[in-house]
């Protein structure tokens, strides 16, 4: 299996961002991304899908889009789609419809940003997930740039103090979004789980002071997710494409906060008598199952089966556990990053059965 690092979930003139695709293609070289999913609110722009190059580097840029309802107040129920290659934003007012014709067209959707807060400093209300009755989606965004960010602009100055310092907002995913996946994974759901940026490069005005808070790049090296695919990319869309959703579809992948050091080479796999399996996968139980987890430099690596943690290797760069329970078992990786312990893998599941 070949990883490679996608950015995904995120805004351009087409919506409320202020930059173009190109914009995101050039700041996606500048920060050694494999690709980028550009997902507007309730538009599938076309034609801009290719790989962009700056000088011998290359980064694959898909579109997907972030439907909701313009309609409702307050603007719940953002859901994030992707190679569904048509415009679903009329099916907006009923979530499951939404997801149904998501599925009838092939596509993946995700839950965006499931436990979002307001901020009144900032007059944002809060856009969570309230459609929790609604099933047959692919997965959620555990991990939102942007939610988080919500949680600590309590008020203006706050917003100035981090639009200068933003490598303080990330703390770890939204601890109500780990719960509700883990209740959804424990229910007997497959739930692929990705991180998005909701990146919009937005313009600040304070006085003299003019500034880009939160751009691209900035995003690009924070929240990603890493995807294994079979071959490394070839350079043609249709079969880079194909390859990118089949495996971000099966949740062969993990959420790497990559600021405070890159998650690049993370890898959990279960090894069984005749099989062995990686994230998004299944595996019997029978005769015993070995899940390993391997770090690029050594954090602190959880083991959690079915929501519960069941192993705690502390500094460590490996850890090896022998399963002879079924069970959904992932894997989370924390780290101290400026004076804080922070997430920093959340791996997706092996099923073992
Ligand atoms: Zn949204
Ligand atoms: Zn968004």
């Not at 599938?44 to 980064?59: C, D, I, P, T």
């Not at 969570?128 to 997965?139: P, V």
């Not at 890493?226 to 494409?241: A, M, N, R, S, Y």
């Not at 005769?287 to 460590?316: C, F, M, N, Y």
Request: aromatic residues 10%.
């Amino acid at each position: 299996m070949h990883e490679i690092v996608i950015n995904l979930h995120m805004h351009t003139v087409y919506s409320d961002g202020t930059g173009t695709h190109k914009d995101i293609a050039q700041a996606a070289i500048k920060t050694g991304l494999d690709a980028v999913l550009v997902t507007d609110h309730n538009v599938l722009v076309q034609g801009l899908e290719g790989f962009y190059r700056v000088g011998r580097s290359r980064v694959l840029l898909l579109v997907g889009q972030e439907v909701h309802d313009q309609d409702r107040d307050p603007q719940k129920n953002h859901l994030l789609v992707f190679n569904a290659n048509r415009d679903l934003s009329t099916l907006a007012d009923d979530p499951q419809a939404l997801i149904n014709g998501v599925n009838d067209a092939g596509g993946l959707s995700f839950l965006a940003h499931p436990d979002d807060i307001a901020s009144a400093a900032f007059k944002e209300t809060s856009i969570s997930w309230e459609a929790w009755d609604a099933h047959g989606f692919t997965g959620i965004e555990l991990w939102n740039g942007l939610s988080e960010l919500k949680t600590v602009l309590h008020t203006k100055l706050h917003g100035a103090f981090y639009a200068f310092f933003p490598h303080l907002i990330a703390h770890h995913p939204m601890l109500e979004t780990l719960q509700r996946w883990d209740d959804l994974l424990t229910s007997g759901q497959r739930v692929v789980a990705i991180g998005g940026s909701d990146a919009h490069a937005l313009h600040m005005h304070m006085g003299p002071v003019h500034r880009v808070i939160f751009p691209y790049d900035f995003h690009f090296r924070t929240v990603n997710t890493h995807v294994f695919i079979p071959e490394p990319l070839t350079g043609d869309v249709p079969t880079d494409k194909k390859m990118i959703y089949e495996a971000l579809g099966a949740g062969q992948c993990f959420v790497g906060y990559d600021l405070p050091a890159s998650t690049r080479g993370f890898t959990f796999k279960a090894r069984g008598i005749e099989q062995s399996v990686i994230m998004g996968e299944e595996i019997s139980a029978k005769r015993g199952v070995t899940l390993q987890a391997h770090l690029p430099i050594p954090a602190e690596i959880r083991l959690l089966q079915d929501g519960k943690t069941i192993g705690i290797w502390k500094d460590s760069q490996a850890c090896a556990y022998s399963a002879s329970e079924p069970g959904v078992y992932r894997v989370e990786v924390w780290r101290s990053y400026l004076g804080l312990k922070r997430g920093w893998i959340f791996s997706n599941p092996i099923y073992v059965r």
